[in-house]
C-alpha cells in the first residue's frame, strides 16, 4: 500500500481548509501547494462528490469542509480520492483463490490481520489529529 500523490494532495488540501475561515479556490490551493491546478481539481471534486467538501461558486467561491475536522477520517478521504480500498497486499482477499499457490495462500491471513490494524488506525485519525501534530 502505498499512498499516491493524490491522497498526498488530498491530506495536504483538506488540512489548508480545515484552518482557513472561508472557502479556497483550487488557484490559490494549487499555488500554496506548488502542485497542477488541473489534478488538485479533479481530487478537490471527487471529495466534494463524497460530502467531504463543499463547492462553492462564484467570485468568493471555493471550497470549505462539509464536517468538522474531528469528524473526517483520514481512512475516508484516502479511500474516496484512491477510488477503491486501500490494501496492504494486491491480492485477493480470498484465501482459497491464490494463484501462486492452489492450496490456498499462506501468507494471506497475516496480510488480512495487518490490513484490519491499518485500517482501524487510518479509520481513528482524523484531519483534526493530522492539523494538531
Known amino acids: 500500500m502505498l499512498f499516491t500523490k493524490a491522497s498526498e494532495y488530498a491530506l495536504l488540501s483538506v488540512a489548508i481548509l480545515a484552518k482557513s475561515d472561508t472557502p479556497r479556490n483550487v488557484e490559490a490551493l494549487a499555488k500554496d501547494l506548488n502542485i497542477s491546478k488541473s489534478f488538485l481539481a479533479k481530487i478537490l471534486q471527487s471529495l466534494a462528490k463524497k460530502n467531504i467538501l463543499i463547492s462553492h461558486k462564484g467570485a468568493n467561491g471555493g471550497f470549505t469542509l462539509e464536517n468538522d475536522a474531528k469528524n473526517i477520517s483520514i481512512l475516508e478521504i484516502i479511500s474516496t480520492v ?7 497486499l494486491e491480492c485477493t482477499s480470498d484465501i482459497n483463490c491464490c494463484p501462486n499457490n492452489p492450496n490456498g495462500c499462506i501468507i494471506l491471513p497475516f496480510f488480512n490481520k495487518l ?3 491499518i485500517d482501524g488506525f487510518l479509520e481513528s485519525l482524523t484531519i483534526e489529529n493530522l492539523i494538531q501534530s
Do not use: R
Open 115 to 117: 490490513q484490519n490494524k
Open 82 to 88: 484512491e477510488n477503491k480500498p486501500i490494501q496492504v
